[in-house]
Each structure stands twice: as structure tokens, then as C-alpha cells.
């Protein structure tokens, strides 16, 4: 079982990036998948949540309207758009999944499956 995340980049501030994280071996759209984002020696932030079956979706305060997440289950990827990109946006992020069937994202999530961290730098 594997996740496997786009390369990030670099962005200026007000910019847009789209990150993509492609399933291996089961099916994402079977499985919450969940994105985070991290920069050395800072704590894990959850960002973005979507659930499998009505594919919820769930977003933390700090990129609420700015980033949305989504599936395409025939690509088997979920996509994390970020928009408005600001500086405090710079990190790595990282895909991750539960890998129980039928998981959600309101119902204590497994992030069990990660994929490997992407750097997002928003600079000018």
C-alpha cells in the first residue's frame, strides 16, 4: 500500500499550487484520506480531511476558503488546491490514509498510509 504525493514548488504569495496524491494497491476513494503539512521541528498540522462515502470534506480554520481538497477516483488520486498561498503556507505536506473500507473523516481517522512529504515554498 502506497501514497505518492506531486512534487510541491514554489509559489509567490496570493499564487496557486495543486498537490496530487495517487493510491497504489487499494482505492482512495474507498478510504479517508487526509492532508497535513509540517516544517522541521514544528508539530503536525492537519489541514484537510475527505471522507469515503458521501465525500465529505473537512477543512482546518487556517486554510478554510483558501485550500480545497477533492477525488478523482478514476485516477485514483485526491488533489489538495491551494489558492491565496501565503507565506505562513510554506511547509511540507503530506498525504496520508486510512486504510480501514469506508472510512471517515469524522469518525476518528486512521492516518495509517503516508505518502511522502512534498515542500510548498511561498515566496517572493
Known amino acids: 500500500v502506497q501514497l505518492q504525493a506531486s512534487e510541491g514548488g514554489t509559489v509567490q504569495p496570493g499564487g496557486s499550487l495543486r498537490l496530487s496524491c495517487a493510491g497504489s494497491?487499494?482505492?482512495?476513494?474507498?478510504?479517508?484520506i487526509g492532508w497535513f503539512r509540517r516544517a522541521p521541528g514544528k508539530e503536525r498540522e492537519w489541514i484537510s480531511c475527505?471522507?469515503?462515502?458521501?465525500?465529505?470534506?473537512y477543512y482546518a480554520d487556517s486554510v478554510k476558503g483558501r485550500f480545497t481538497i477533492s477525488r478523482d477516483n478514476a485516477q485514483n488520486t485526491v488533489y489538495l488546491q491551494m489558492n491565496s498561498l501565503k507565506f505562513e503556507d510554506t511547509d511540507v505536506y503530506y498525504c496520508?490514509?486510512?486504510?480501514?473500507?469506508?472510512?471517515?473523516?469524522?469518525?476518528?481517522?486512521?492516518?495509517?498510509?503516508w505518502g511522502q512529504g512534498t515542500l510548498v515554498t511561498v515566496s517572493s
Open positions: 475527505i471522507s469515503s462515502s458521501d465525500g465529505s470534506t
Open positions: 496520508a490514509a486510512d486504510p480501514r473500507y469506508g472510512s471517515g473523516c469524522r469518525d476518528g481517522p486512521q492516518f495509517e498510509v
Open positions: 494497491e487499494f482505492t482512495l476513494d474507498d478510504r479517508a
